[in-house]
């Protein structure tokens, strides 16, 4: 698939393709590793991969609000429709 280099403030851009985006499931501010194979001479772009010692969430806090949800599901709901 041929893309140009683009011009985008004081750095350089390459658009990535929609369907290349949804196949990784990758969005709009999704954090990418960039790197140079020096032997094959290759642009290489990954996903980070979040460890789950460095997530902000407290996974005490997401149990709670995963019990409250659970809980209060049906009032949420109706919330939602309104």
């Known amino acids: 698939m041929l893309?140009?280099?683009c011009h985008i403030g004081n750095s350089y851009?390459?658009?990535i393709p929609k369907?290349?985006?949804?196949?990784?499931?990758?969005?709009?501010?999704?954090?990418v590793e960039i790197?140079?194979?020096a032997e094959t001479?290759?642009?290489?772009?990954?996903p980070v991969k979040i460890?789950?010692?460095?997530?902000?969430?407290d996974?005490?806090?997401?149990?709670?609000?995963?019990?409250?949800?659970k809980?209060?599901?049906p009032a949420l709901n109706a919330l939602a429709k309104k």
């Open 19 to 31: 369907e290349i985006l949804e196949k990784l499931h990758l969005t709009t501010g999704t954090q």
């Open 41 to 46: 001479n290759k642009i290489i772009i990954e």
């Open 71 to 73: 809980h209060y599901k």
């Open 51 to 57: 460890k789950a010692e460095d997530t902000i969430i």
């Open 35 to 37: 790197n140079l194979d």
């Open 13 to 15: 851009g390459v658009s």
């Open 59 to 69: 996974p005490e806090f997401a149990s709670q609000v995963k019990d409250f949800i």
């Open 3 to 5: 893309r140009k280099i």
